[in-house]
Nanobody, 125 residues
Framework: QVQLVESGGGLVQAGGSLRLSCAAS????????MGWFRQAPGKEREFVAA????????YYADSVKDRFTISRDNAKNTVYLQMNNLQPEDTAVYYC??????????????????WGQGTQVTVSL
């Protein structure tokens, strides 16, 4: 099994930046594609970003494409989400996820096998 623990969330003003970290244990993440999802109150969990097993390909939701960057450091068994120019609409619980599949449907939350418990990101005006 893979255990995922997110960190780096908090309260930030609009226009500010945060970097979320997802630390994995139990197994190396080198064999997993990794993703970030978020869920706001009353909303479904939505796709934010993903990175392929190789790290060569990245994918982003249109709402964050020019502001967020996903990366992975297999040596540290950690995945990151750099979030710049944060807006109140980004307020949500952010979840890290892992999957072994090589298929291209990275945006589909049901294709991921392991999930962290989430970290709260709150963006104030």
């Amino acid at each position: 099994q893979v255990q995922l623990v997110e960190s780096g969330g908090g309260l930030v003003q609009a226009g500010g930046s945060l970097r979320l970290s997802c630390a994995a244990s139990g197994r190396t993440i080198s064999n997993y594609a990794m993703g970030w999802f978020r869920q706001a109150p009353g909303k479904e969990r939505e796709f934010v970003a993903a990175i392929s097993i190789s790290g060569i390909n990245t994918y982003y939701a249109d709402s964050v494409k020019d502001r967020f960057t996903i990366s992975r450091d297999n040596a540290k068994n950690t995945v990151y989400l750099q979030m710049n120019n944060l807006q109140p609409e980004d307020t949500a619980v952010y979840y890290c996820a892992a999957r072994r599949s090589y298929l291209s449907n990275y945006r589909e939350k049901n294709t991921y096998d392991y999930w962290g418990q989430g970290t709260q990101v709150t963006v104030s005006l």
